[in-house]
């Protein structure tokens, strides 16, 4: 049971324009949810993060949108840039009563970002 | 250097082996975290520990066990290997239980034959 899903397997824009990532869910009780890049040969490395409670999170060229109603978030870089090609992972936890920090990732999106 | 080092980097086994991977956390982070990557897949949670103790377990087989010693650093063991078992093994840390932007390790990749 994918709660988590990255229906898109890669996405290939032109520097300069923008790139968006998508990620549905699945589970209601999902409240926190976050964005990790990893390049090869390395972790991943978070990136950004949105609580439940609000709908959108800028930091510099990264801005998270959560649409609760339809359980979908994306990430939105502008602009594009070649370093910026990597895997992302959506990730969403149940912090509730749970209290731990266990996270529950997508499959992951390739992008390309061509010079 | 993300400050969570795992070792080894590359494991080659045969099938039925036992494995031992490794992960110190990054100075002052209390919680250690273990994450299973298999081909095309999301990073799967295995299990958590915070301080010494057990805090969440995920979809762990019976034949993975792991510890945090006190010294913080954590060991996943891996037993009766077979070939799906075969994967990118990573392992995070953070200070606190809950906070989920943590730290990840480059990975230990198991190659079982």
């Known amino acids: 049971d994918q709660q988590v899903k990255q229906n898109s397997p890669s996405l290939s824009v032109q520097e300069g324009r923008i790139s968006i990532l998508n990620c549905d869910y699945t589970?209601?009780?999902?409240?926190?949810f976050l964005w990790y890049k990893k390049y090869p040969a390395e972790g991943p490395t978070f990136l950004i993060s949105?609580?439940?409670?609000?709908d959108k999170n800028e930091d510099g060229r990264f801005t998270v949108f959560l649409n609760k109603s339809a359980k979908h978030l994306s990430l939105h870089i502008v602009p594009s840039q070649p370093g910026d090609s990597a895997v992302y992972f959506c990730a969403a936890s149940a912090s509730g009563s749970s209290n731990t920090g266990k996270l529950i990732f997508g499959q992951g999106t390739t992008l390309q970002v061509k010079p | 250097d993300s400050g969570v080092t795992q070792t080894p980097k590359h494991l080659i086994t045969a099938t039925g082996q036992r494995v031992t991977l490794r992960c110190s956390p990054r100075?002052?982070?209390?919680?250690v975290y273990w994450y299973q990557q298999s081909l095309d897949q999301g990073l799967q949670f295995l299990i958590q520990?915070?301080?010494?103790?057990?805090?969440a377990k995920g979809n762990i087989l019976e034949r993975f066990s792991a510890q945090q010693f006190p010294d913080l650093h954590s060991e996943l063991n891996l037993s009766s290997l077979e070939l799906g078992d075969s994967a990118l093994y990573f392992c995070?840390?953070?200070?606190?239980?809950?906070?989920?932007?943590?730290?990840f390790g480059s990975g230990t990749r198991l190659t079982v034959v």
């Open positions: 995070a840390s953070s200070v606190h239980h809950t906070n989920y932007g943590y730290t």
């Open positions: 520990y915070y301080n010494g103790e057990e805090r």
């Open positions: 100075s002052g982070d209390l919680s």
């Open positions: 949105i609580s439940s409670i609000k």
């Open positions: 589970n209601s009780m999902f409240d926190y």
